[in-house]
């Protein structure tokens, strides 16, 4: 299973980003996906899950109401959708990926990773 995610970038204070994950090497039909990031001299962190099949998601508090993260089927890609970006969210945005349609929110509950994009916000 490859994970590949992209769309970082230097965005000012107030405005928006869209990061894309590639998935390929095996059927996403039960997985669930997750983005986390990753900012400097910090753990890393859950922003934001969605379930493959269902398309159920969950979001960390702090970025509630203005990330969204949706999953394309036909496409094997799963996004997230970044507006009102605070400085704050400068890190480095890793999408994650295991089996199941358990919502989870830990590090330690994935087995695939991507190769990390970084998203800087400048105030």
């Known amino acids: 299973v490859q994970l590949q995610a992209s769309g970082g970038g230097l965005v000012q204070a107030g405005g928006s980003l869209r990061l894309s994950c590639g998935v390929s090497?095996?059927?996403?039909?039960?997985?669930?996906m997750s983005w986390f990031r990753q900012a400097p001299g910090k753990e890393r962190e859950f922003v934001a899950v969605?379930?493959?099949?269902?398309?159920?998601?969950a979001y960390t508090d702090s970025v509630k109401g203005r990330f969204t993260i949706a999953r394309d089927t036909a496409k094997n890609t799963v996004s997230l959708q970044m507006n009102s970006l605070k400085p704050e969210d400068t890190a480095v945005y890793y999408c994650?990926?295991?089996?199941?349609?358990?919502?989870?929110?830990?590090?330690?509950?994935?087995?695939?990773w991507g190769q990390g994009t970084l998203v800087t916000v400048s105030s």
């Open positions: 090497g095996r059927t996403f039909s039960f997985y669930v």
């Open positions: 994650a990926a295991r089996r199941g349609e358990a919502i989870l929110e830990l590090t330690t509950q994935y087995n695939y």
């Open positions: 969605i379930t493959w099949s269902g398309g159920n998601t």
